[in-house]
C-alpha cells in the first residue's frame, strides 16, 4: 500500500475551540451589524478570516523568545534578524517594523509622492490604501488570466509585461517611483509569479531605470510553487529559489505575520544604501529606533527562526498540501473556485456561487455570512466592499473578481477541520438557489472601509 501524506510535524499544545448553535450565530451576526470582523473570537469555531499572525509557532521559535535582547539600540536580537534576512533574501539592509502595512508607509513616505503612478499585480488593499493615501494611483497589471477563475495557468499572479509597457509609456518612467510585485498575489487568489516573470519584469524595469519592489508577505509560498510547476527549478532547494527570486528586487516590504510565522512583525528591506539612510528617518518617526522599529527583541528573535523553517520544503509541503486539501473537496462537488488552489487560501467565486445575489448586494459578503451561520466558519469577502469607493468619482467600484477567501493558518487546524468547512460550504451550496438577496451598507469609513462596515440584511 503507497503510504499517504502526512504532516512533518506533531502537536505539543493546544488550545481549546467552542461550537455555537445556528441561534447563538444568527443573533451574533446581527449584533456584529453583518461584519465578521466585529464577531468576537470566541463566536467563531474555526477562524479562517486571515492567516495573517494567526499561524502556531515552532517549539524553536518559542525558545528563542525566551532569548530575545530588549536592548534599546544594538540588541543582537536584530543583528540575529539581520542575519536571517541577508542569508535568506539576500539583502544588506533593512529595517524592522510592526507589521506589513507599517513597512509600507516607512517605505512609501521616503518613495511615494502625489500624482504618481504605482503599476503592480493586485495591489493588497493596505498597500493600494498607502499609495492612494498619497493621492498617488496604484495600477493593476496583472495577467487577465488571473481573472478567470475556471482557467488553470500556473502562474496566474503573473504581470502582463504590456500592461506594464504601456502604463510606462502612458504616464512616463518618471512618474513611477517603482513597480510592485505580490508574491505571492493574495487579491488574485494566493495565485504564484513565475521566476520568469519575476526576470521579465526586472529586465523591463532597468530598461526604464524602475526600481522593483517584492511585497513578500508569501514569498517562500511562491518558491514552492516554483519549485514544483516551473522547468528548471525541481532539483533546486526552496532557500536557493528564494535567493534568486530576490536577485531581480531592489527592495522589499514584509508582513512577517505570513511566511515568517510570527504573531506581530514586518520589515523592509534593500540593497540601496541612501534609499536605507532616508528610509530610516521615517521608521524613526512612525515606528521606533532602527534597531528595533516597533518589535520586541523577543518578536525579532522568533522572526528570524520563522525565517529558516519556512523556506525549509517539508514545511511548505504539509502547509500548502492542506489548503488543496479543502480546495479539491470543494472542486469535486463543483462549488465555483479560484483554480488552481492557491497558496494560503481557497478563494470562493460567489458571483458563480450566489448568482441570484445582484452586485450592488455584495454577494461575497452575503456568502460568507451564509457560512458562518451555517457552521461558525469565518471567512473574509474579498469583493466590492473590500474594493472601497473610486476616490475621485465616490462611487462604489467592482473588481472582476467577487471572492470569499477561506484562508487557513499555519500549522494550526488539522484536516478533521478542513472536512468540517467542506461540509459546511456543500450545505450552503446546496441551497444557493434560495438565497436571493443580500445587504446594503449602513455605515463605512473613506478608505479600508471593509474593517469597520456596518450592513443591513436586505
Ligand atoms: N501585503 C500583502 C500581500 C498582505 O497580504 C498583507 C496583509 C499586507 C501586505 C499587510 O500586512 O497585515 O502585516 O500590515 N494581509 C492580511 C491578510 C491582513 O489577511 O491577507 P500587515
Given at each position: 500500500?503507497?503510504?499517504?501524506?502526512?504532516?512533518?510535524?506533531?502537536?505539543?499544545?493546544?488550545?481549546?475551540i467552542?461550537?455555537?448553535?445556528?441561534?447563538e450565530?444568527?443573533?451574533?451576526i446581527?449584533?456584529?451589524?453583518?461584519?465578521?470582523?466585529n464577531?468576537?473570537s470566541?463566536?467563531v469555531f474555526?477562524?479562517?478570516?486571515?492567516?495573517s499572525?494567526t499561524?502556531?509557532?515552532?517549539?524553536?521559535?518559542?525558545?528563542?523568545?525566551?532569548?530575545?535582547?530588549?536592548?534599546y539600540?544594538?540588541?543582537?536580537?536584530?543583528?540575529?534578524?539581520k542575519?536571517?534576512?541577508?542569508?535568506?533574501?539576500?539583502?544588506?539592509?533593512?529595517?524592522?517594523?510592526?507589521?506589513?502595512?507599517?513597512?509600507?508607509?516607512?517605505?512609501f513616505s521616503?518613495?511615494?509622492?502625489?500624482?504618481?503612478i504605482?503599476?503592480?499585480n493586485?495591489h493588497?488593499?493596505?498597500?493600494k490604501?498607502?499609495?492612494?493615501?498619497?493621492?498617488?494611483?496604484?495600477?493593476?497589471?496583472?495577467?487577465?488570466?488571473?481573472?478567470?477563475?475556471?482557467?488553470t495557468?500556473?502562474f496566474?499572479?503573473?504581470?502582463?509585461?504590456?500592461?506594464?509597457?504601456?502604463v510606462?509609456?502612458?504616464?512616463?518612467?518618471?512618474?513611477?517611483?517603482?513597480?510592485?510585485?505580490?508574491?505571492?498575489?493574495?487579491?488574485?487568489?494566493?495565485?504564484?509569479?513565475?521566476?520568469?516573470?519575476?526576470?521579465?519584469?526586472k529586465?523591463?524595469?532597468?530598461?526604464?531605470?524602475?526600481?522593483?519592489?517584492?511585497?513578500?508577505?508569501?514569498?517562500?509560498e511562491?518558491?514552492?510553487?516554483?519549485?514544483?510547476?516551473?522547468?528548471?527549478?525541481?532539483?533546486?532547494?526552496?532557500?536557493?529559489?528564494?535567493?534568486?527570486?530576490?536577485?531581480?528586487?531592489?527592495?522589499?516590504t514584509?508582513?512577517?505575520?505570513k511566511?515568517a510565522?510570527?504573531?506581530?512583525?514586518?520589515?523592509?528591506?534593500?540593497?540601496?544604501?541612501?534609499?536605507?539612510?532616508?528610509?530610516?528617518?521615517?521608521?524613526?518617526?512612525?515606528?521606533g529606533?532602527?534597531?528595533?522599529?516597533?518589535?520586541?527583541g523577543?518578536?525579532?528573535?522568533?522572526l528570524?527562526?520563522?525565517?529558516k523553517?519556512?523556506?525549509?520544503?517539508?514545511?511548505?509541503?504539509?502547509?500548502?498540501?492542506?489548503v488543496?486539501y479543502?480546495?479539491?473537496?470543494?472542486?469535486?462537488?463543483?462549488?465555483?473556485?479560484?483554480?488552481?488552489?492557491?497558496?494560503?487560501?481557497?478563494?470562493i467565486?460567489?458571483?458563480?456561487?450566489?448568482?441570484n445575489?445582484p452586485?450592488?448586494?455584495?454577494?461575497?459578503?452575503?456568502?460568507?455570512?451564509?457560512?458562518?451561520?451555517?457552521?461558525?466558519?469565518?471567512?473574509?469577502?474579498?469583493g466590492?466592499?473590500?474594493?472601497?469607493?473610486?476616490?475621485?468619482?465616490?462611487?462604489?467600484?467592482?473588481p472582476?473578481?467577487?471572492?470569499?477567501?477561506l484562508?487557513i493558518?499555519r500549522?494550526?487546524?488539522t484536516?478533521?477541520?478542513?472536512d468540517?468547512v467542506?461540509?459546511?460550504l456543500?450545505n450552503?451550496f446546496?441551497?444557493?438557489?434560495?438565497?436571493?438577496?443580500?445587504?446594503?451598507?449602513?455605515?463605512?469609513?473613506?478608505?479600508?472601509?471593509?474593517?469597520?462596515?456596518?450592513?443591513?440584511?436586505?
Open positions: 500500500m503507497e503510504l499517504p501524506f502526512a504532516e512533518n510535524y506533531k502537536i505539543k499544545m493546544v488550545e481549546t467552542k461550537r455555537s448553535t445556528r441561534e450565530r444568527e443573533q451574533w446581527k449584533d456584529a451589524k453583518y461584519n465578521l470582523f464577531l468576537k470566541n463566536q474555526i477562524d479562517l478570516l486571515t492567516d499572525g499561524g502556531a509557532m515552532s517549539d524553536k521559535q518559542w525558545s528563542e523568545l525566551m532569548l530575545g535582547d530588549e536592548s539600540a544594538g540588541a543582537s536580537s536584530y543583528y540575529k534578524m542575519d536571517a534576512i541577508t542569508n535568506i533574501l539576500g539583502f544588506e539592509y533593512f529595517l524592522p517594523t510592526h507589521q506589513g502595512r507599517a513597512a509600507e508607509n516607512v517605505l521616503t518613495l511615494v509622492k502625489q500624482g504618481d504605482v503599476p503592480g493586485s493588497f488593499d493596505t498597500t490604501g498607502h499609495i492612494e493615501f498619497r493621492k498617488a494611483t496604484a495600477i493593476d497589471c496583472t495577467i487577465n488570466e488571473a481573472f478567470d477563475t475556471e482557467n495557468h500556473p496566474k499572479g503573473n504581470v502582463d509585461l504590456n500592461k506594464l509597457e504601456k510606462i509609456n502612458e504616464h512616463g518612467a518618471d512618474k513611477i517611483p517603482f513597480i510592485i510585485i505580490t508574491v505571492t498575489n493574495n487579491t488574485a487568489g494566493g495565485q504564484p509569479v513565475s521566476m520568469q516573470n519575476l526576470r521579465d519584469v529586465k523591463l524595469a532597468d530598461k526604464y531605470t524602475i526600481p522593483v519592489l517584492y511585497d513578500s508577505a508569501r514569498f517562500a511562491n518558491a514552492y510553487f516554483i519549485k514544483t510547476r516551473e522547468t528548471g527549478y525541481a532539483d533546486k532547494s526552496i532557500k536557493e529559489i528564494v535567493r534568486e527570486m530576490y536577485t531581480y528586487a531592489d527592495m522589499m514584509m508582513s512577517s505575520k511566511d510565522i510570527v504573531n506581530m512583525g514586518g520589515f523592509i528591506a534593500m540593497k540601496d544604501k541612501t534609499l536605507f539612510e532616508k528610509a530610516s528617518m521615517f521608521n524613526i518617526v512612525f515606528e529606533f532602527i534597531t528595533y522599529g516597533g518589535m520586541s523577543r518578536d525579532m528573535n522568533a528570524a527562526q520563522g525565517l523553517e519556512a523556506t525549509e520544503f517539508e514545511y511548505l509541503e504539509t502547509r500548502i498540501k492542506q488543496e479543502l480546495g479539491k473537496q470543494l472542486i469535486d462537488y463543483g462549488i465555483p473556485v479560484q483554480h488552481p488552489i492557491g497558496g494560503h487560501a481557497v478563494f467565486n460567489a458571483l458563480k456561487f450566489l448568482p445575489v452586485r450592488n448586494e455584495f454577494p461575497a459578503q452575503t456568502l460568507a455570512i451564509e457560512l458562518y451561520k451555517e457552521a461558525g466558519v469565518r471567512g473574509v469577502e474579498i466590492a466592499i473590500m474594493a472601497d469607493r473610486d476616490p475621485v468619482t465616490r462611487e462604489n467600484r467592482y472582476d473578481l467577487e471572492l470569499v477567501r484562508a493558518p500549522r494550526t487546524y484536516n478533521n477541520h478542513m468540517y467542506a461540509a459546511a456543500i450552503v446546496d441551497r444557493r438557489n434560495a438565497i436571493k438577496s443580500g445587504y446594503k451598507i449602513i455605515k463605512e469609513a473613506e478608505v479600508l472601509r471593509h474593517f469597520t462596515v456596518e450592513l443591513e440584511q436586505l
